[in-house]
Nanobody
Framework: QVQLVESGGGLVQAGGSLRLSCAAS????????LGWFRQTPGKERNFVAHITWSLGNTRYADSVKGRFTISRNNAENTVYLQMDSLKPEDTAVYYCAARTAYAGIGSTEYDTWGQGTQVTVSS
């Protein structure tokens, strides 16, 4: 089992940047893919981006392409989400998630979750 802890959320003005971190511990050797999702009150948890742990292959939601970048540091067991050109509609709780096999964009495909970190973008 892997444990995930997110950090880096906060309040930023529209057009600004934030970098989220997801520190993984435990059986990271069994982790195949790590993803970021976000959720606003009363809404579903939506896919943002994911990265395969070994090869570093990435995938993004259309809404964040060109603005967000996912990366990983295998030596530090950490995945990052660099968020640039932030918009008020990016406001959400951001969650890190992991799976031991390939996963797509559905939140139900992931079996391990962090506690979430709040990102608020003011207009």
């Amino acid at each position: 089992q892997v444990q995930l802890v997110e950090s880096g959320g906060g309040l930023v003005q529209a057009g600004g940047s934030l970098r989220l971190s997801c520190a993984a511990s435990g059986r990271t050797d069994r982790t195949y893919v790590l993803g970021w999702f976000r959720q606003t009150p009363g809404k579903e948890r939506n896919f943002v981006a994911h990265i395969t742990w070994s090869l570093g292959n990435t995938r993004y939601a259309d809404s964040v392409k060109g603005r967000f970048t996912i990366s990983r540091n295998n030596a530090e067991n950490t995945v990052y989400l660099q968020m640039d050109s932030l918009k008020p509609e990016d406001t959400a709780v951001y969650y890190c998630a992991a799976r031991t096999a390939y996963a797509g964009i559905g939140s139900t495909e992931y079996d391990t979750w962090g506690q979430g970190t709040q990102v608020t973008v003011s207009s």
